[in-house]
């Protein structure tokens, strides 16, 4: 029984670190959505170029 107490002592959040960690999650996956959206733009300009050639 001491070993799983000690066992879950140990597993404690720390707020401290998870919160950078939840910011620069936030922040990949607006930096990876937005290269998605600019690459759909780019792609679809120039299929309608190539396509008028």
Do not use: C, H, W
């Amino acid at each position: 029984m001491r070993q799983a107490q000690t066992f879950l002592a140990t597993i404690e959040p720390d707020a401290g670190v998870m919160k950078p960690l939840a910011v620069i999650s936030i922040l990949a996956l607006l930096t990876i959505s937005g290269a998605a959206y600019t690459d759909q733009l780019f792609m679809g300009d120039q299929q309608m170029t190539q396509g008028t050639n």
